[in-house]
């Protein structure tokens, strides 16, 4: 689910975010590659300290979208497993990388309990937690739980206040668990993406783009933000530069070290 091009003017209902064809018509629209919050540049130092491919060789992506970071993972040991409720977004990660996908629901998988050493999802929860009240995410979680042979890494926008909780609730049946959270930086598209969000709320990100004034206004903001890593506060501005990593180990696995094999 993850992906498909942010600039779409048009106002959609949250709950849209559930239907295999609201995703499949803007992968059609989208079809290039598209990260969430980070991409494996930014993972890379995450996944090899706290789930190396040699303590979880099998991984299943859950939500994978139009995201690299599959192939990424492939490219240094991982056998990932993507799944989808998109058809369009697997066959357009098929034809460019060459992976295989399923189509598949993610809160009711098809898999057998501890089908994976690892299962983890990139932006996939924060998509269907637009949907106020919805169970959808949390059920997702929990599924996420029964396929996880020892660990669950779940990255989200949401703070530990906002998330932990929450997630702790969702994994309990599957559990126990300890559970770590740790911050990583966004990606530079990431990055300027939420300045262009934050300086024009009401406008679409493809408009902005067509707007050479705005864009050359979001250019030098993200100039400086790369130069300094602070955020300027004129007009009360607030943007979020950090994402979360959560990972969530089973007892029985040895506690993650602190150095990349």
Known sequence: MEGAEQGNSEVFSRREYSRPDFWNDRFRESPHAFDWYVTWKELRKFLLILAHPEDCPSVLMVGCGSSTLSADMGKVGYDVTNIDIS??????????????????????????????????????????????????????????????????????????????????????????????????????????????????????????????????????AMAEYTEHKTVGEEAGEKRQTHCWVYLFLRPSRPQAGTEAK
Not at 105 to 112: P, T
Not at 197 to 207: C, N, T
């Open 87 to 220: 058809d369009v977004a697997l066959g357009q990660m098929g034809e460019r990388t060459g992976q295989e996908g399923v189509q598949m629901d993610a809160a009711k998988c098809a898999f057998r309990d501890g089908s994976f050493d690892l299962v983890l999802d990139k932006g996939t929860f924060d998509a269907l937690a637009c949907a106020e009240g919805s169970q959808l995410p949390d059920l997702i979680v929990s599924e996420m739980g029964r396929l996880a042979r020892n660990t669950v890494i779940i990255i989200t926008h949401g703070r530990p206040e906002l998330r932990q909780a929450r997630f702790e609730s969702s994994l309990a049946a599957s559990g126990p668990w300890r559970c770590r959270a740790l911050k990583c930086e966004l990606s530079p598209m990431s990055q300027f993406i939420n300045i262009m969000r934050s300086k024009y709320p009401d406008r679409s990100i493809a408009s902005i783009f067509r707007d050479k004034e705005a864009l050359a206004t979001a250019v030098k």
